[in-house]
């Protein structure tokens, strides 16, 4: 499958954990309290989500997508 949209998070910067809650809060959940945040497992929703693949190699974090990550409701999958 061929992904047209991609954010790279730097190992440098954010762990695999930091880099999947700043997408949820970006692009998933954008209106909802630090609380929620900070219970939602967004690891494992970036891996389930079939709109959504997850990569990750010595220096970078890849969140990759056939959607517009502005423009796409990664939970209702429209």
Known sequence: MEYLYALIYSKDDYSLEEASKAFVEMYVLCDVSDIILNYFDSKSFIKENKHLMLEENE??????SNY???????????
């Open 68 to 78: 517009d990550f502005e423009d796409f409701d990664f939970i209702k999958g429209e």
């Open 59 to 64: 220096s970078k974090i890849i969140i990759l």
